[in-house]
């Protein structure tokens, strides 16, 4: 017999009844959630400072993990492991300690978890900007460049250039870091015709034969003398 002639038949007929789907089936349970709060995308962290996170959970994750990653080798990747509380619904605040020598640049910080039940829950990704808010005194490693036209010299992460000039920087405590993927690293190249950024922008290329001085950061020099050789390519 339908379920509207049974209850037709147990209140007797004429009576109007509102029938909730709840009552009769069990609701599916909500879909587990992470989702970042804070920091927005493009926030500026200082390193050696701290990364306040608002992280939203929704539904039964016992512990999550924090991953910031993205800096130019692994040994700037940060993750960190944090208990959640036993209920649902919860807003969490948690402070993530930037270590001082993580390289400043982008980074991408995400959050993990698994559900009682083995469900793999993962939020949304949120870019921030690492840096500090003065840039430290600046090494060029090395001080000067000798390429052939056409060669290319690597300055930012995802250059496939061969060679790699590196941009150091060291804080008054004498920690080290590479400044190459700062979003603050400029440099300008008084002759583009013999020496400029290749086409992504990701390393120097030598153009002509000639010398020409790249002013790093608006004021650390680094010359470059670019020669011919037919035996290279150019990026």
Not at 24 to 40: C, D, E, G
Not at 164 to 188: C, F, H, I, P, Q
Request: proline share 9%; with cysteine; net charge neutral.
């Amino acid at each position: 017999m339908p379920i509207s002639k049974r209850i037709v038949r147990l209140l007797g007929p004429g009576t109007a009844v509102l029938v909730t789907i709840g009552t009769l089936l069990a609701a599916p349970p909500k879909k587990a959630t992470l989702r970042i709060l804070s920091p927005r995308k493009g926030a500026v962290v200082r390193p050696g400072r701290k990364l306040n996170m608002t992280i939203a959970r929704e539904g039964d994750i016992p512990a999550i993990l924090i991953g910031v990653t993205g800096g130019p080798s692994e040994e700037d990747d940060i993750a960190a492991t944090f208990e959640t509380k036993p209920f649902p619904g919860s807003v969490y605040h948690i402070p993530i300690n930037i270590p001082l020598e993580t390289s400043p640049g982008l980074y991408s910080v995400g959050v993990d978890g698994n559900t009682v039940t083995g469900e793999e829950v993962a939020s949304e990704d949120v870019e921030i900007d690492v840096e500090p808010a003065e840039i430290p005194p600046v090494r060029l490693d090395p001080p000067a460049w000798r390429v052939s036209v056409g060669m290319c010299v690597a300055i930012r992460k995802g250059s496939d250039c061969v060679v790699r000039l590196y941009v150091r920087g060291t804080y008054a405590d004498g920690t080290e870091v590479l400044l190459n993927n700062s979003t603050r690293l400029t440099l300008t190249s008084d002759a583009p015709d013999i020496v400029d950024w290749n086409s992504d922008r990701t390393g120097l290329v030598g153009r002509s034969p000639g010398v020409a001085h790249v002013t790093v950061f608006g004021k650390y020099m680094l010359e470059v003398t670019v020669v011919k050789d037919s035996g290279t390519r150019k990026r």
